[in-house]
């Protein structure tokens, strides 16, 4: 591979593991072009970009899946290790390739759209599929968060997944006697929920995803949720009644979460709770 | 609709029951009760007594404590490097 | 090693200062029921406690208050708990969760770090604030882990940190004790043989302090903002330094988490850590 050492996509993976990413992967940059709109494809955010690093981890614990408090996987704060080792394989890509690399920013580009698909990304590094519920899984370890680093340096890649985590051979079994899987049944579209899809041929296909009402969900404390709390505060015109609105819990909880931004980032994962492909292979006590 | 609203009533008559009753005031030796505990005590839902608390707590001390927080701090913090870095200069006025 | 070393050992290599393990059963006799170990993980059997520094001695001595004000800390208790509680889970196998301490519900954690960390054996309550005192370092942040790993507990300690000796002898001669004569509007209290007789501690007054920017000034700002009629009023509360920093303060969470630090200043409790050269 030209300008690059041998070894050097291995070497960069080896890093990844020991800074605590739990899987490493690299997707062509030009793979993206079929999936992602103008825009937000890995040469839109750095020209002449070649190939796009993704890691995935610091998911939920077992304990944390475990848990029957509310607050444990609302208020953990996980999400940030990944992007640290993103951060750091960026680096290293610069100070030790001598390419140009450019860590994905994790906040969103406008409204709730991101500048890349972390999730695409991870899908085209052959890292996961999508499943029935929307996140991607990945085979041996379930859902997990993403970072990614796109970068000029012409990596080896990665093939894309043939087999998926979704649907897992539990869900396919209580498909074929309830026509239902425990992601559509624990948040179903028609009865209030966010989730609606069919399972054809062993293979799972979403019909129906409620974006909105699943931010609010994921998002119950958070911009959107300052927003409606302060929209109706200013509609209220009673003096006593703002107070109880602006004081109230709802509110002080959501400034929390704002304040708190990296313990917040998801408040449900009830989808994912109950997913038998969610919570990796390894057995716990 | 929108997110639970307490009756400003509810508020005005229990407010001061709650704050005793929580952790707002403590008590080396006596721990504050949790919401839970102070529903029972009260006869209310758990709920009406989390938000009778969240609005007490920030209600209990009026905006001007805050701007007195400020004062304090400063003078403390000068009348302490006075004395204990020697520096005699730094005694607040 | 035993399984109670090793988990120390990374504790200690990922940060801490001090680390220490209480069992779920001593939760019981305090801790009301939704708010102890085994409400957040069912089986749960031990919980390992970390304390992490805070400000450092240098920020200690700025004669500036508002230095230490947004000085804040690495939250390196934290981080040591996220590394043990992935070296119990990847060694023993046994499920474990970082213990939720974030408020949830106003000033209202789901579990109280003070209160695993003086189980823990890692220190006791003092007169000011009722914050645990470490008796070697004084003042420390304390984060925790909750396990169904079954550990051996370290013992409660068996001299409390407060009131020091020289605390002690202030009380005998004057009635009071550093962190009690410093903030009489939070703090009050009685030694007696040595011992904590009495202690009160409102920690409202004391919000209004350690939190001075903040959530709760945001919104005791906003309050006004909305009720405010007057548009050249309202434009210059918006644009006040108060809610200025108010804002910053939610933003800049890291480095605002604690703006009072008068009753830890005069504490002499692991003051020595704090003289330098």
Redesign the interface.
Known sequence: MPGLPPGATAALKSSAFQAGATVCGVASAAAFDAHAPAGHRPGDLLPGAASVVVVGGSQP????W????P??L?????TE?IQSVGRKLAQQIESQLGYYALYVPPGTASGDTPFLSLMLAAQLAGLGSRSLAGPVLNREHGFMYWSAVITTAPLETDTVEGESACPAPPCREMWERERTTPCLKTCPADDGGCLAGTLEHGRAVRTFYDAARCNTRVHTHWVGGFQ??LE???NET????????????????T??A???SS??IAQCFECMRVCPAAHGL???? | MGVFRLDPAIYNRYKDQVLKLCNSFQRIDRPGLSDRQIAEQLGLDERTVTEIRCVAERDCYPLEEWEKAIEFKRKATLEWSALALKRPDLKPK | MTPEERIKAVGLKAGARVVGIASVEAFRAKVPEGHRPEDMLPGARSVVVAGGDGPTAGAWRCPDHRVMEITGYDLRENVAVHVMADFIEATFAHQTIQAPSLAVHGHAPPMSMMHAAELAGLGSRSLAAHIILNPEYGLLYYAALITTLPLEPDPPLAEPACPHPGCTAMYKRIGTTPCLRVCPACLSGTVKDGRIESSTYDRECCHSRAQTYGIGSFQKSLLQIVNEDDAEKRRGMIYSDFFARSIQALGFFRDSIAQCFECMRVCPVGRKYRKLQ
């Open positions: 614990r077992a304990g944390d475990a848990a029957t408090s607050w444990v609302q208020t953990m704060g996980t290790r409606k709390v109706e505060t200013l009673d003096r006593d009644r703002r107070k109880m609105l602006l004081y109230g819990d709802f509110f002080t909880r400034l929390w704002i304040t708190y313990t917040n390894k057995e716990m006590k």
